[in-house]
């Protein structure tokens, strides 16, 4: 079945082969196009930018097609490809800013603007709302002791809720877990903590 | 704390580390919000593929137009594709977007030629009026200048003929003097005392005006400075009228005419009018006239 619907590992097979190179190479352009505006959007690119670095990223796509051997899926080989053009036009941005050139693009807040792979020094600034509210309390370090007394999975589960501000669903993706589980993990976690921290947990949820 | 990196995220995605690296991922993905980031990214990207999301219309078919154009010239295969639906199978070619593409284009430049042709125009106009207002002003000043030349020539002949009455004037006037006493005009090389003069010095005049001798004198007295010239033997004196008609002539010997002293003539007799007195220098046979002037006899 070769059209919009088609599986994509057909498509790719016949960009890869030279057989209806043209169409292959414009169905998934079509397919992508939208991911990968999503994907840049989110990293802070402008409109302008973002059709620059789909397009920067299809090239890319079009000269290395030979060198995808369905090792891994497409769409994570594609993805691994946009991640690479973006971070490269933010090292572009940041050496321009340090020549004190004119950036090209958009000036947008920093921590919206940030790039995903960030330093460690801008984490407490950017800590999700419970934390701060801990840190609020001069609960962080207290509570931060007791987590690492969890068990393996329950602390995993327990940071990411409170460090990284996931809900449960989230959790269970990351850790590739049932929600379930991640669900009954924080109701152990809970317990466990206000027996340890008593009355300082009690303006904490989990 | 080292980074899971990208390759390596994709594999714990894909389910395809072995448990121990898996676990030190999960443990790195608990303490690390980027690297989670990165993973959710990773996530909201699948779902949208696996979503069909498009993203916006405009923008896509924009970007496929300027993707096409990027690609490797050596490779004619992907040319830019009308619509954003990929085809479905080939068909023939639709000559009709070209054909109106290109009657679009004629009509287009019919128009630019129209539009261009009427700009240039009024430009050739507008230049053409300055050129012709220029012109009339040259033309005025021009008219101006031939009016102030033919003033200034009328101005010149008649300040001609005013001189040239003025010196028909002057040349007149002398004689039309009534004078019952000679006046005697000099020349520089001599000079003539009026007889009945009251004065001390020598009435000088030249040839324009005359000398004015008061109308007392009964004669007067003719003394040559003669400086330089010539001593003639004798000299030959002689008055005439207006006319040319000699009244009075007289010689007298050499050097009686020099100096202050001069020879006495008697002017009694001679009514008012102009007269000449004409002087000649006599040697044997050889005269010379060394002066000719004219007297007025005044009332």
Redesign the interface.
Known sequence: MKGPGEPIEAIVKRLRDGAGREESFRLLFERFYGPLFRFFEHRGFSTEECQDLIQETFLRVYRGIEAFRGESRWEHWLFRIAANTASKAWRHRAAAKRAGQAVPWEEKDEEEAAPVVADESSRDARAPAPLRRLLDKEMGELLKQAVEGLPVQMRRCVRLRVFQDLDYDEIAEVLQIAPSTVKVQMFKARKRLQMELGRSFTSFEL | ?T?VG??RL???????LPPAER?AV??H???C??????????????A??AG?????EP??Q???E??VR???AK?P???P?AG?????APRPRDLRPLLYSAAAAVLLAVLGLGVWATVTAQQRRHELAQLERRLAEREGALAAAHRSLANAERQLAAARGHIHDLEKEQRASPIAVASREIAVTVAPWFAVRGQENSGSGLLQGDAVNPVRIPARGKGFTVALSLADHPVYGEYRLELTDRNGEVLWAGRRPGRALLGDMGTSISVSGLGPGLYRLRIEGVQGKRSELLAEYRLAVER
């Open positions: 704390m980074h990208l390759k994709i594999a714990y995605r894909e389910g395809k676990e999960q443990e993905l608990s303490l919000p980027q690297c989670t980031g990165l993973l959710r990214e990773l996530r909201d990207f699948e949208a593929a069909g999301e498009t993203g916006p923008l896509r924009e970007a496929w300027s993707l990027r690609l490797p490779d295969a992907v040319r594709i954003a639906a990929p085809r479905e």
